[in-house]
């Protein structure tokens, strides 16, 4: 059983409702203001945080390091270098400080992934209660590394990622965090086909490492993290936007602030009819018991002195009698008096005392 742990004061365990990630990465555009309403929107959600990315794209990417193919076709700018376009999407220190600000007020956590090490050191200093790694970090062990070093909890997407990479970042992050990690099972994909969601390798991941898993979700739908939900996520990751006609390379896989309403809603719902591994009794069908289920009648005269059978019985509705289940207790027993036909039975009818309704 993996030890529960805290991000600020939300608890991360199995049988809490997920933590529950809002992620606006770029999709700010670069407008602080923009941000400001994301924030107010993932609260007004439900969201536990919402989560940024923090980087200088000097240090990420090449000058002439080409788009990805889903950036081209999400900001229909083929001629635009990846520099370029982070360029336009980075926030700056200052940014950083009035968006945490602006989260404190509102009563929801921020989080953002750094990119390189400076960006650590920066969100270390700004107090953030934990770090959000990129898929891209897994297969970097001196990154990780140097991240659990801070010895505050990390959540880490396995997108893009082998298995054997993921045993290297694990061993590093249960040797500087012992439990306080999650592992995001993740397809690096935008969006992402809900065929491609692979959420049954959560259960191998819980199995194999002993650790918090989590799902980070880059499909157009609710389903697959519904099913994370149920195969025991705790933490659910989905990217959202003001609107999906914007032209940043994200909006158009991400939910619209309806529909992350709507998505956290049935994230919430999903695991709260899982209910337990016991069967128990609602309170509501303890109310129907009464009404639904079924007691003895007679189904036709038995007379005094008479064996009754299994065809001289029936069952109806309510069960203020003896109960239905108690059917083969009553056969074969002697009738004391003559019986009418749809006759509710009772022990004052057969030479038989010990039956309870």
Same mark, same amino acid.
């Given at each position: ?20 990630? $809002? ?21 007004? $959600?439900?969201?536990?945080?919402? +989560?940024? %990315? ?12 080409? +788009? $990805? ?14 520099? %370029?376009?982070?360029? #336009? ?31 650590? @050191? *920066? ?8 770090? #959000?790694?990129?898929? *891209? ?22 997108? *893009? ?9 694990? !061993? ?9 990690? =999650?592992? *995001? ?16 390798? =959560? ?48 909006? +158009? ?5 309806? @529909? ?16 337990? #591994? ?11 018991? #009464? ?14 002195? %008479? ?8 069952? !109806? ?41």
């Amino acid at each position: 059983m993996v030890k529960d742990f805290k991000i600020s004061n939300k608890k991360i365990c199995s049988s809490a409702i997920p933590f529950l990630i $809002a992620e606006i990465g770029v999709n700010h555009d670069g407008s602080i203001e923009k941000a400001k309403k994301m924030i107010n929107v993932a609260k007004a $959600a439900g969201a536990d945080c919402v +989560k940024f %990315q923090t980087y200088n794209p000097v240090n990420l990417v090449s000058l002439n390091a080409k +788009k $990805a193919p889903y950036q081209i076709k999400n900001t229909k700018k083929n001629n635009e270098s990846q520099f %370029q376009m982070l360029k #336009k999407l980075r926030l700056s220190y200052s940014d950083h400080k009035e968006l945490i600000k602006h989260c404190k007020k509102k009563k929801i956590l921020f989080l953002s992934t750094p990119y390189n090490f400076d960006d650590v @050191e *920066m969100l270390n200093r700004l107090k953030v209660p934990a770090f #959000k790694l990129a898929s *891209m970090h897994l297969s970097e062990p001196a990154f990780i590394e140097h991240v659990a070093k801070k010895k505050k909890p990390v959540i880490i997407s396995t997108g *893009m990622s082998e298995f054997s990479e993921i045993k290297i970042a694990v !061993k590093i992050l249960k040797k500087y965090l012992k439990n306080k990690f =999650i592992l *995001m099972q993740c397809t690096t994909n935008y969006p992402a086909d809900y065929n491609e969601a692979n959420i049954k390798v =959560i259960m191998k991941f819980k199995d194999f490492f002993n650790c918090h898993v989590g799902y980070s979700d880059h499909t157009l739908n609710n389903v697959s993290a519904i099913a994370a939900t149920s195969f025991g996520a705790v933490a659910i990751e989905k990217h959202f936007t003001l609107n999906k006609n914007l032209k940043g390379p994200d909006h +158009k896989c991400s939910l619209s602030p309806l @529909e992350l309403s709507n998505f956290i809603s049935d994230i919430k719902c999903a695991k709260i009819c899982l209910g337990k #591994k016991e069967k128990t009794l609602s309170s509501g069908e303890k109310k129907n018991i #009464k009404f639904m289920k079924r007691s003895i009648y007679t189904k036709k005269l038995i007379k005094k002195g %008479q064996i009754i059978s299994i065809i001289d019985l029936e069952f !109806k509705r309510p069960a203020t009698g003896i109960s239905s289940s108690k059917a083969n207790q009553i056969v074969g027993k002697v009738a004391k008096k003559d019986i009418p036909a749809n006759n509710l039975l009772n022990k004052k009818h057969i030479n038989i005392r010990s039956i309870d309704n």
